[in-house]
């Protein structure tokens, strides 16, 4: 029998939170029909909505699907109520799933870009209360163009 330092098993408690807020191991796919926030750059936030998280938990994760016209890049966002909030993109390495940060994500031109379970979507650390489902958080999206879009994007478990 392995017995486990508290360390350890923080450690293990984080990774298990983590995995299950990305979505690891599920389908990818666009949400169900949800909020749209158009931009004045020909930008689109559509069906966006974030994971209910449990007091303590450690993460939670948001999706949503972004278009631009023109073309342009999404390079940071923010939420009041988390102490950060990441781009982060799941790769397979050697038949095993793991998050990666990622500097920024593209958007070509008139293509709809998702942020989705099991690819590339919002890593939301350290929430300051519990999510609960019916809730909505605001999250302010920032693009390499210069512009900013916040949209009001709904607790829900989908």
């Given at each position: 029998?392995?017995?486990?330092?508290?360390?350890?098993?923080?450690?293990?408690l984080g990774a298990l939170s983590l995995a299950a807020a990305c979505g690891a191991g599920e389908e990818r796919g666009d949400a169900a029909a949800g909020m749209a926030a158009q931009g004045g750059e020909g930008l689109v936030i559509s069906n966006g909505y974030v994971r209910p998280a449990a007091p303590?938990?450690?993460?939670t994760a948001g999706y949503a699907t972004l278009t631009s016209e023109a073309g342009?890049?999404?390079v940071s966002v923010r939420a009041p109520g988390f102490r950060a909030v990441e781009l982060h993109t799941v790769i397979e390495e050697d038949g095993v799933s793991r998050?990666?940060?990622?500097?920024?994500?593209?958007?070509?031109?008139?293509?709809?870009?998702?942020?989705?379970?099991?690819?590339?979507?919002?890593?939301?650390?350290?929430?300051?209360?519990?999510?609960?489902?019916?809730?909505?958080?605001?999250?302010?999206?920032?693009?390499?163009?210069?512009?900013t879009e916040t949209v009001s994007l709904p607790v829900e478990r989908r």
């Open positions: 029998m392995r017995i486990l330092t508290p360390f350890a098993k923080a450690a293990a303590g938990a450690m993460a342009d890049a999404l998050m990666r940060p990622l500097d920024r994500l593209a958007l070509p031109a008139g293509e709809a870009v998702s942020l989705a379970p099991g690819g590339a979507h919002l890593m939301m650390m350290g929430p300051e209360a519990p999510l609960e489902e019916g809730g909505a958080v605001e999250v302010t999206f920032t693009f390499e163009s210069g512009e």
